[in-house]
Each structure stands twice: as structure tokens, then as C-alpha cells.
């Protein structure tokens, strides 16, 4: 036996010793999904459990080293833990943009110190982030943004608003674009991370067409950030965004991909509709729909596996994640349209304990979204042709 | 094992792209065709195949082949479709191969191919869409079997030197079992091939076999059985099919997106239009998943996983769906050369079109996959 055989049949072990069995139904909505952080409230004893134990092995953020609270594995053993984990259909322990967004760029760019500090906080669920990115003035134009970051010797001051926070009102810190110098577009941006409970910052949600209120606006009025609490260089923030934005596209991407334990699509569609006598979806027409969507999703989900294979060995081309990210979000938006189709009236009840709070019908909105939250669809496509087909500008 | 080719199969790729490239461009397929070549491919080239070891890529290492896998043969199959050279890899090389793989049948047939002198054509399809119904029959007589029926969109069935024919020995058309496989040389009394030229201008023959003898030692495998080395040539042909595919589809995206970056209109490049620029972005996207796709079947063949069949299924359909869209879009941005005979992008709408068609086109194989899901 290898050295990836052993810890494959050490991982299957210790998952099926450890990860309890109401961690391995799919989520039922998003109270059921784990965000850690200061005002986190478990929903149930297994979710804390599943956490903990987790954490503790350092698998919330496997790959990252054991120094800030990683599992230090290997690529090779990251993509084994992951596949035993779907084998058995755990979920998520922990959810966070600290883990998909910040965590890498930190990785990258940030102090020891701030290594240290942030990134084992993360990985133990402890602290809960939010992105301060988008402006009411920049939006897929986001270089154009105007937060101002005053120099004040040992700290900032921050004025300004941002906007489609994702969690600013439940998030304890930010990581945030501020603009520190007036005459360079790019170049006059810097990246700063502050507690969301410093004087000065306020949050107020944005009502959705889904219902829901993700989002929030964010008010910074005379917020002091000590200077220590910049990542890299001051006026070079466009960098670590940029990088930081790729993986953003990778976790959005995701979104295309089947989620585990069963299929909501196939199965709603056979409930409504029904089988005919051959055994096949009594309505033809829906049926090719979700049979042609399924090739996409499936040949996606090859894609995914590829694009997380060659990103961990460097193969990647930089530009990919913008290729993930409008191709995933594209398909997510199907998704949802046929499950829409396939559910019928049943898919329309807004409020009703049977159709869980309206989760198809509020989902359904909510990935009309994703092909404009992190780059809209049109952005990606121009990052493709300029940067991957170096198509003239 | 992860997604992408390792360094072997990337050196691999080097050497065939380099090797197909420079002996069989498109103007070797386009030579062959004003030439009204009655083969439909070179047999020279075939032999040159054979010495630099590809016509055994999937031969076992102790049978005289080189004991690769559908990855490597997959690989080449690429360029051969990024080239659209005219070759029987496909039949020969892998689902031949496939088929004969294990049986008492490889010893005979498998050093004939290895040294580039044996063709090999699949007599499988008896309707213009590819079914999984076998109607031919195959009775017992004298010591062996008496064939009759008729098979469509054979490749290469008028030239090949060995013909692998599904036919029924038992049961009624639409059952799985009752089906045999056989190994039927060329030439055997009462087997007409009757070769017609395709959109592609590639051959491929109607047989008509009217009560064709043959021994009972042309059975591949077990008679009755024939399902299990049939199913192995399809998942072989099926793969085989996506990597060419994967070529054309590729082949004709890098020469349309070339075309954006030389081609003035408005006295500006073609390519800083927005609108063809999102479309060629999109274009890219779905050739990168199909890509991704074909890499997954071809592993999962490789480990004899049980999911290896669902991948294949969603293999062939997706390489269809991103290729017809990159042919059609060469066309349509290339614009009235693109129309022309002289032009070359032509030829990859005509060769997707073909390849689209063989061992089951998209919809046959999303159907395939919601039978599997139940629905």
C-alpha cells in the first residue's frame, strides 16, 4: 500500500468514527448551515461536534499549514479527504469567506503576525468575515471605488459606504478596499481588515427579491484602522484584491455543481409529473431539458475536480477562475429555472411549512445573482477573451 | 490521480502533435479527397503508425503493444481530430482492439495490427441512428455460423481486413442478451461492401451479408455473451469519439480566434468586438468542460471504475454539444471565406457532423443517462 492508500483508509475511519450521522443530510436551509464567528448559535449539538473535531485536526482548512491551524496535507491527501467526505455525504463543517477569500490571500500576502492572529481564528470558526469591496459607484467597475483612508501616522481613519455586503450585519471583522491616494486609480488602493464592532461603522440590509437580505449596506464614518492592519504594501491593495477575487470566482463557481445526497432536481420533477409506463418522466419535453442539463452539470462537475487539480499544481492558467465562475453560475441559474419547471405550483408556495419556507422559489431568485455578484457574467467573458485568448482590446 | 496529463502523457502529446501535424495536416485529408482516393486513408501513413508503436497503444506490453491506456489514446486521437486526418486508429486501434482484448481472438488479429498491415471496421449500427437493438442473425450451421442482415456507417468496412459484426444468436431485437460477437476476415463468401462517400468526404460501407459462413472460432468471447467484449468496444469507441472530437472542436476554435486577431472590418481587428468576444469566451468555456469531461471518462476507463460508463455517456454528448457549437461558430465569425471550398474550417463543420453521429450522438446519450438516474 501507498502512502495515499494508508491515509485514504485512515481518513475513511476516522470520518466514519467521527463525523455524526445528522452531519451527513443535506442542509435544510440557511440556519442549518455552519458560519462560526462571535454570534454563532449552533443549530444542533452534531453541528458544534462535527466543528470541533474538525478543527482540532486542522480539516476545517486542510491544506493550509498546522502553524495557522491547518491539517498540512498535501494536495494528493486534500483532494482524498475531500473525496471521502462526499463518499459519505458530510457536510461542510464550517462555512467562511475567511477559508474561500481572505484565508489565501493572507497566505500570500499578509505579516506573520497576521498569520498568526487571523488565520487560526478562522480555521477554528471563531471569527466570522465579510468582503467590503463593492461601492455604490463601483460596481463591475470595481477600481473606481472612493472609501477614503486618511493617514493619520499610526492608523487610518476610514469614511465612506459600501454596498452587496454579503453578512455585514452577522460578520464580527472586514476585509476591506480603501483608497489611500486620489491620483491612481488602481494604484491608489489599499487593503485593510477592521472589527465590524469599531466606533463609526454601521450596517442596514438590503430587502431582496428573494425575500431574503444577504446583503447589507455598510456605513464607515470616521473608523479608526491601525496601520498594522493593512495587508502588504499601502497604494499595491489592487494585488492582493485581484488575487483574492480569483477565489471568490473558484467558491461561486461551486455553486454550479449538484449538491450531495440525491438529486432535488430529478426527484421534484418525478414527483410532479410522474412516470409514464416505460419509466420515463411523463412529460418528454422536461424530461430532455433535465436530461441536456444533466450532461453540462456532470461534465461541470469533471471541471471542477480539473480546475481544483491543476490550481493546487500551479497548472492553472491565472485567468481560469473567471471562466469557472461565469460558466458555474450560468449553469446554477438552469438549475434552479428547471427546478421551477419541474416543480410546478408545488414550487411557487412562498410560505408554507411543506415547501420548507419557500426554499425552491426564494433559491430560485437568489441565483439570479450569481452572474452578477463577484464580476458580473459580462466581466468574466472580457477577462476570458483578453487574458486566456488575447483577443485585441 | 488528478485531472490533468502527467509528464508522460504530456511528452506523449508533444511527439503526436509534432508527428500528426507534419505527416497529416488538412491538406493531406483535402489531397486524399480531390484525388477521389478510393481508401480513404494512406496506408503509408498507417505503416508509420505502426512504427512509432501507436497502432499497439492499447496492445498489452507481453502481447507486443505498448500498454498505454484511453488517456494516451485518447491523446492521439486528438490530434488526429485537430488535423482531421483521415485514419482507422479509431476502429482499429482502440475499439478493435478493445473488443478482441482477452479473447481467444487477440493472438490471431492482434500482431496484423500492430504491424500497421491489419484494418479493422465495427459492423454495429443497423439504422441511421445508433441504437443498442442487434436485429442481424446469426444461426448455427455446419460447424460455425450462417450471418444475415445488413449494417450501415461502417468506416473503413470496405477496405478493412477484419470486420467486427454483432449479431443475434438468441432472443428478439431490443434484448441485451442473445448477442454474439464475431471476428469475420474480409473477403468471406457472401459479404458485399458497398462504400458511399460521406459529407466528410470519408468513406463508409453498407454490408449486406446473405448468408455468410464463418467458424465458430470467429466468435469474440463467449456466444451469447457477446454484450460484455461489445460493451467494452463501444465505452473504447465512445471515448475514442469525444478525444477527436475534442480536436475538431479545438482544431477550429484556435483557427477562429486566430481569424479574430487578423481580420480587419471597420478598419478595425474582428477580435476587439465585444460581441465576438463574449462569444468566443463562451465558446472557450464549453470546449475547456468538454475537455474536462473526456479526461474524466478516459480515467475512469483506465481504473475499470463502475462509473466509467455514466462518464463516457456524458463524455460523447458534451464534446458534440461544445463541437458543434465551434465549428459553427468558425463559420459564422470567419464569415464568406468560411463558406469557400479553398478555406479549410469547412472541413471541421463536415468532420463534427460525422463524428457527432457515431456511437450515438447527444441526445442518445443524455438519454442514456436519465434511464440510468431513473426518469
Redesign the interface.
Known amino acids: 500500500m501507498t502512502d495515499l492508500d494508508t491515509f485514504r483508509t485512515e481518513t475513511r475511519a476516522w470520518l466514519a468514527e467521527n463525523c455524526p450521522p445528522e452531519m451527513r443530510k443535506p442542509v435544510r436551509s440557511e440556519d442549518d448551515v455552519c458560519w462560526g464567528g462571535r454570534q454563532f448559535k449552533p443549530s444542533s449539538p452534531a453541528q458544534k461536534e462535527w466543528l470541533d473535531k474538525m478543527a482540532a485536526k486542522g480539516w476545517t482548512v486542510p491544506d493550509w499549514p498546522k502553524a495557522y491551524g491547518g491539517g498540512g496535507l498535501s ?2 491527501e486534500t ?1 482524498i479527504l475531500r473525496e471521502e467526505m462526499a463518499a459519505i455525504k458530510a457536510r461542510n463543517p464550517l462555512n467562511s469567506f475567511g477559508i474561500s477569500m481572505l484565508g489565501p490571500a493572507l497566505l500570500k500576502y499578509g505579516t506573520e503576525e497576521q498569520k498568526l492572529d487571523h488565520l487560526t481564528k478562522i480555521a477554528r470558526g471563531e471569527i466570522r468575515w465579510c468582503q467590503g469591496y463593492s461601492e455604490p459607484n463601483a460596481g463591475s467597475d470595481l477600481a473606481g471605488l472612493a472609501t477614503s483612508a486618511e493617514d493619520k501616522s499610526d492608523h487610518y481613519l476610514v469614511n465612506g459606504q459600501k454596498v452587496w455586503t454579503s453578512y455585514a450585519d452577522k460578520a464580527d471583522w472586514i476585509f476591506c478596499l480603501v483608497r489611500t491616494d486620489k491620483t491612481s486609480k488602481q494604484g491608489g488602493i489599499s487593503f485593510v481588515l477592521f472589527d465590524m464592532a469599531s466606533p463609526g461603522v454601521s450596517t442596514k440590509p438590503i430587502l431582496l427579491i428573494s425575500g431574503n437580505s444577504p446583503f447589507c449596506e455598510t456605513f464607515f464614518d470616521n473608523v479608526k484602522v491601525p496601520k498594522v492592519n493593512r495587508v502588504y504594501e499601502e497604494n499595491k491593495g489592487w494585488d492582493v484584491a485581484k488575487y483574492l477575487l480569483g477565489h471568490e470566482r473558484e467558491m461561486i463557481s461551486g455553486m454550479g455543481l449538484a449538491s450531495s445526497g440525491g ?1 432535488p432536481l ?1 426527484d421534484g ?2 414527483a410532479t409529473v410522474g ?1 409514464g409506463h416505460d ?3 411523463a412529460d418528454p419535453l422536461l ?2 431539458s ?3 442539463f ?3 452539470a ?3 462537475g ?2 471542477s ?3 481544483i ?2 490550481l ?2 500551479g ?1 492553472a492558467h491565472p485567468a481560469q477562475p473567471s ?1 469557472m465562475k ?2 458555474g453560475t450560468e449553469l446554477n441559474k438552469s438549475r434552479y429555472e428547471l427546478m421551477m419547471a419541474a416543480g410546478g405550483s408545488d414550487a411557487l408556495e412562498w410560505d408554507s411549512e411543506r415547501s420548507r419556507g419557500g426554499a425552491i422559489p426564494r433559491s430560485w431568485l437568489r441565483t439570479k445573482a450569481n452572474s452578477i455578484e463577484g464580476g458580473t457574467s ?1 466581466i ?3 477577462i ?3 487574458r ?6 | 490521480m ?3 496529463l502527467d509528464d508522460d502523457q504530456t511528452a506523449l502529446q508533444d511527439t503526436i502533435r509534432d508527428f500528426v501535424a507534419e505527416h497529416a495536416p488538412v491538406s493531406h485529408m483535402r489531397a486524399l479527397r480531390d484525388a477521389d482516393d478510393k481508401t480513404g486513408f494512406s496506408r503509408d501513413l498507417w505503416k508509420q503508425f505502426a512504427e512509432m508503436g501507436f497502432t499497439g497503444i492499447l496492445v498489452g506490453e507481453d502481447q507486443g503493444g505498448l500498454g498505454l491506456g484511453h488517456v494516451e489514446a485518447g491523446v492521439v486521437l486528438e490530434e488526429i481530430g485537430r488535423n482531421l486526418s483521415p485514419s482507422p486508429f479509431l476502429s482499429t486501434a482502440v475499439a478493435a482492439v478493445e473488443a478482441l482484448k482477452g479473447t481467444g481472438q487477440a493472438e490471431r488479429w492482434f500482431p496484423g495490427i500492430i504491424a500497421g498491415e491489419t484494418v479493422a471496421a465495427l459492423a454495429i449500427d443497423e439504422g441511421a441512428k445508433h441504437r443498442d437493438t442487434v436485429a442481424m442473425k446469426a444461426e448455427r450451421s455446419g460447424n460455425g455460423f450462417k450471418l444475415t442482415g445488413a449494417k450501415r456507417f461502417v468506416t473503413h468496412g470496405h477496405t478493412a481486413d477484419l470486420i467486427i459484426v454483432a449479431a443475434r444468436t438468441g432472443g428478439s431485437d431490443n434484448d441485451t442478451d442473445g448477442i454474439t460477437l464475431f471476428a469475420v476476415p474480409k473477403d468471406t463468401a457472401g459479404l458485399t461492401a458497398n462504400a458511399e462517400r460521406l459529407a466528410d468526404s470519408s468513406l463508409a460501407a453498407r454490408l449486406e451479408f446473405e448468408g455468410v459462413e464463418v467458424d465458430a472460432d470467429a466468435v469474440i468471447g463467449e456466444v451469447d455473451a457477446g454484450r460484455t467484449p461489445l460493451d467494452r468496444l463501444l465505452r473504447a469507441g465512445r471515448t475514442g469519439a469525444s478525444a477527436e472530437l475534442l480536436g475538431v472542436g479545438g482544431g477550429a476554435m484556435n483557427m477562429t ?1 486566430g481569424y ?2 487578423q481580420r480587419k472590418q471597420f478598419g478595425t ?1 474582428i ?2 468586438f ?1 460581441a465576438l ?2 462569444r ?3 465558446l ?2 464549453e470546449m ?6 473526456v ?2 471518462a478516459q480515467q475512469l476507463l483506465d481504473q475499470g471504475s463502475e462509473r466509467a460508463d ?2 463516457v455517456s ?2 460523447k ?2 464534446t458534440t ?1 461544445a463541437t458543434t457549437l465551434s465549428v459553427q461558430e468558425g463559420i459564422q465569425m470567419h464569415g464568406g471565406i468560411g463558406m469557400t471550398d479553398e478555406y479549410d474550417i469547412g472541413f471541421y463543420m463536415k468532420r463534427a457532423r460525422v463524428l457527432a453521429e457515431m456511437f450515438g450522438d ?2 442518445f ?3 442514456r ?3 440510468a ?3
Open positions: 494536495p494528493a483532494k438529486n430529478i420533477a418525478i412516470l419509466g420515463r418522466l424530461r430532455a433535465i436530461a441536456m444533466e450532461v453540462r456532470k461534465a461541470f469533471a471541471m475536480e480539473r480546475f487539480d491543476e493546487k499544481a497548472k471562466m461565469y460558466y459580462e468574466q467573458l472580457n476570458i477573451a483578453k486566456i485568448l488575447e483577443l485585441p482590446a | 488528478p485531472l490533468y480566434v479574430m486577431k481587428l477580435g476587439s465585444q468576444q463574449h468566443a469566451a463562451h472557450y468555456s475547456e468542460v468538454a475537455r474536462a469531461a479526461l474524466k455514466e462518464a456524458v463524455a454528448a458534451m454539444l447527444a441526445n446519450h443524455a438519454d443517462l436519465a434511464i438516474a431513473g426518469y
